[in-house]
């Protein structure tokens, strides 16, 4: 596998060679899917949005519906105003969405459409809302583009329209699994605070098998739910990548103030999520949760041999791996390279705090890199764990080293989706999956007489 | 279990009237009494209707020179269209003879990774530095440069960029102009890329045929979970020798010599058809459609093969080749069979498949009563013979047809092509029809229908009236479909699974068909607490 990747060391500095991060409009995509009876549209050639749908298909194994103004030549030469128009006036007759929620391409971007004006002349049925976004390709990557929608629909839609803040909080969830959101909603349910999320794909894709087929399924935010978030006390935003932008939006335009927060993955930003509510609400937290925690350092005692002191490298998203390093190195094993495709210093800075706060030095930490890169400095000096995307299988396989899936996309595995790696059960689950993962090679690895029934 | 005009009228109700009155001509109510039944097709997708189709970037670099295994493909643009066709059509390639694995770059993903400065000073510079970069590293034997949408916007010259390229490294550097706005689907792709090939590469190698070989192309064979393997495994049993797979696991080198074949083999029609017809005109090799998705569409390929052929070892040894095979899958197969059988079934896809994959449902009983196409012709569906009466319009218009004239020294009378005397030439064409194409709709029973592509509102509302046994479509449609409780599976990626090619393909799609069907989980839906009320229904 791989035989044609250079043993090194190479000059690549241009361009990606396996990249670690997609375009914009995917993860804006994604975002209005956790929007209730919103209906996502590509405003470019259909080609997009055919990709985007297979992709985000492939990970959740649901159902993904978009539509897409299906430029051709001519729409591309004298812009796609007539094209977006035409599209709106089809999607409420045909589709009849609460929302349609839009999000440029490198095409329409390139070209110049203006979208606020084009929105402001197409034909809205009473009721009915769009929105948009601008997610031009070439910048940033999908976690921008679910950034730049969720923004966008705190832009348009949330209101301070109540004389004082209600006594309830704004959970930004960020790019993460319906499972996760369906986690997270859980704690904040258990320390009895009232919340909105936004987006939530719960019951969107994660949805439940019935027999009984709905265009927009029970789950995501509702229209009411969001505007209603310009009155909430608080807004948490989970992961800065994805999240902060429009927790931004709310605390300017309806004057709520904002948490930035690492996405709660590991025992110490899980701890941050939960003391975050308990102040700023406070509530007790619930013995059922103390439980979970003390369940988590049990176990993290009880078999750290299993994994301390072995080399990761981890990769996917911003808001994943900052708080997934965290966890790792609480869990006593060393990063030794972590790396997202995503562009942003504060990724870069944020990370090598951690491992100097652990005394670890000779890791590498990289921004916009790209999975060649890491494959390169693998083959420089191996490592014992990959902890990433499906797309690492490649290296794995290359280089004889196990990979343990975490993040997004996962395409050639499932029930990930479902199952969280957020909380305190997700932390045994990453636990579990990690220690098992490298007690499988062992026992691969072992010679007849090492190999034992106790580990 | 045909649909009536009545309900076809009412599942359109809906639509605003542009929509329909465009859509409507895009559906054809099988009835062959009636004569000229014609469909509407390759033309525009409705702006804001949910589409299957895709752009002609993904049918020229996803589909047709993506798979070419010892070409560093790059994509020069944003991350994105790159990323999406990286490792997702499941064009298997494996190292052989001539092909070592450190040249084969089908796991990698290679793209310019445009930013905004690029798009406002231009992506040239880029690609250029990024390809010095990639041959340093890489030495690959040759490079392809696909444009994604921008690129045709902001005027980079990629033929420019290519030509210099080549000159400097000495490699062959060829460029795409398959921006995703161009055409109408993913059907404009494939031509630009046929085009290329066949400008560039076709007829440029120095291979010579041995005079004891009898050589095939297969055109339009992707190897998609490995059914090229499939279908050449037969091919060699037989005696053929197959020069080159037009692209599943092939080389530059061997598309360099497909014109030293005795024969092209057009699997595919939609995605080569262009590359079979020019190098009937370049070269004068024939071509003949056949298909190999199916236990009796096989056997009829591979007879009409050895027909071609004039050859009474070919005839005989295809013969015991079936004789064989048939001996040995049958039986496996006949388990299978049995659940299949009765049942029915909706195709959607591409624009082969759809019609390739009716053949291997018959063989097992099913009937597929709703078919479509994403992005086919007319000829498609209805046959080559109405190829002269497709109006072009703007859209096609702006994807040039080469101007083929035969080549001086190597052009041959296809008999000359086939050895034959033109006199068994002539008596062979009786018999099998060359260079020919009968479309999906003689395979269609009367009343039954093909759509042209068909929308998900489409495809929910007749899955609603006709409730079809199963549903094969692309992963986009495979939840939707199961969500309503029909099971579904993928016939662009075969859910993974594969060949589905050949004899043995055929026992790997009953058997994954049979599951499909069968899976216990599909008894479970309803909740016991559920059961008998008014809410509760179950599936079984």
Known sequence: MLECVPEGPVEHTIGKINPAKTCQPLGAMYAALGIHGCLPHSHGSQGCCAYHRMHLTRHFRDQVLASSSSFTEGASVFGGAANLKTSIKNIFEIYNPEIIAIHTTCLSETIGDDLPTIIKQSEIPEGKRVIHTNTPSYYGSHITGFSNMVKSMVSYLAEANEPVKKNQVNILPGFVNPGDMREIRRIVNDLGVSMIMLPDTTNVLDAPQTNRYVLYPEGGTTVDEIIDTGNSKLTLALGSFASEAAGAMLLEKCNVPCISLHTPIGLKATDDFIMALKENFGVDVPKSLTIERGQVVDTLIDIHFHYQGKKVAIFGDPDIVIPLTEFVLAMGMIPKYVLTGTPGSRFEKEINEMLEQYQIEGSIVKAEGDLFELHQWIKQEPVDLLLGTTYGKYIARAEDIPLVRVGFPILDRAVHPLMPITGYRGCLRLIEMISNTLLERRDRDATDEDYELVL | MAINNEVLEEILLPYPDKVKKNRIKHIVRVNHEESCQQIEANTRTIPGIISQRGCAYAGCKGVVVGPIKNMVTITHGPVGCGYYSWGTRRNKARADDKTPPEKIYSAMCFITDMQEPDIVFGGEKKLAKMIDEVVEMFHPPAINICATCP????????????????????????????????????????????????????????????????????????????????????????????????????????????????????????????????????????????????????????????????????????????????????????????????????????????????????????????????????????????????????????????????????????????????????????????????????????????????????AERLVQELKPDLFFAGVRDKYIAQKMGIPAKQLHSYDYSGPYAGFNGAINFARDVAHALTTPAWKFITPPWEKGTQTGENHA
């Open chain 2, 151 to 458: 690129i045709g916007l902001i005027g980079d010259d990629l033929g420019a960029v290519a030509k210099a390229a080549s000159e400097r490294h000495g490699i062959p550097v060829l460029s795409y102009n398959c921006e995703g706005y161009k055409g109408v689907s993913q059907s404009a792709g494939h031509h630009i890329a046929n085009n290329i090939l066949m400008e560039r590469v076709i007829g440029s190698g120095d291979g010579v045929k041995k005079p004891d070989e009898y050589v095939i192309n297969i055109l339009g064979e992707y190897n998609i979970g490995g059914d090229s393997w499939e279908i050449e495994r037969i091919l060699h049993d037989i005696g053929y020798t197959v020069q080159g797979v037009l692209t599943g696991d092939s080389s530059y080198e061997e598309i360099q010599n497909l014109h030293i074949a005795n024969l092209n083999l057009v699997m595919c029609h939609r995605s080569i058809n262009y590359i079979a017809e020019m190098m009937e005109e370049k070269y004068g090799i024939p071509w003949l459609k056949i298909n190999f998705i199916g236990i009796e569409a096989t056997k009829k390929s591979l007879r009409d093969i050895a027909l071609v052929t004039g050859n009474e070892s070919f005839i005989r040894k295809t013969e015991e080749v079936i004789a064989r095979e048939e001996a040995r899958i049958l039986p496996a197969i006949e388990q299978y069979r049995k659940i299949c059988t009765g049942k029915t079934a909706f195709a959607f896809v591409g624009g082969s498949r759809s019609h390739h994959y009716q053949h291997l449902l018959k063989d097992l009983g099913m009937e597929v009563v709703v078919a479509g196409y994403e992005f086919a012709h007319r000829d498609d569906y209805e046959g080559r013979q109405v190829i002269p009466t497709i109006k072009t319009d703007a859209d096609s218009k702006n994807i040039p047809d080469l101007d083929i004239t035969p080549d001086p020294e190597l052009y041959q009378e296809a008999h000359v092509h086939l050895n034959l005397s033109k006199e068994k030439y002539d008596e062979i064409c009786n018999k099998v029809q060359l260079g020919y194409y009968e479309g999906m709709y003689p395979d269609m029973h009367s009343g039954n229908l093909m759509i042209d592509d068909c929308n998900h509102y489409e």
